[in-house]
Nanobody, 116 residues
């Protein structure tokens, strides 16, 4: 059984920082990529940042220069360091893992709220 456990969400003032973590466990095969998505009420779930097993990263334009994704391959854990947070970053953040068979697993989501 695959399990993605997210942590690190919460309430922060604009300009503050948060660090999200997602630990993957279970039989999911070899990981191709890990990433973070977010979804606000009434909106679609959008990609925030992705990191491949080789370390290549991709960021949404809205978070470039403010967010940093990293991973610990040995522990199958992905992190998202979020700095200079803005109210528009408020959303539920979901961890996503894709294996080499292109099968996708999702975490349960963690709420990030940025107050103005």
């Amino acid at each position: 059984q695959v399990q993605l456990v997210e942590s690190g969400g919460g309430l922060v003032q604009a300009g503050g920082s948060l660090r999200l973590s997602c630990a993957a466990s279970g039989s999911f095969g070899s990981i191709l990529a890990m990433g973070w998505y977010r979804q606000s009420p009434g909106k679609q779930r959008d990609s925030v940042a992705t990191i491949t097993s080789g370390g290549s990263t991709v960021y949404a334009d809205s978070v470039k220069g403010r967010f940093t994704i990293s991973r610990d391959n040995a522990k199958n854990t992905v992190f998202l360091q979020m700095n200079s947070l803005k109210p528009e970053d408020t959303a539920v953040y979901y961890c996503r893992v894709q294996n080499t068979y292109y099968y996708t697993y999702w975490g349960q989501g963690t709420q990030v709220t940025v107050s103005s």
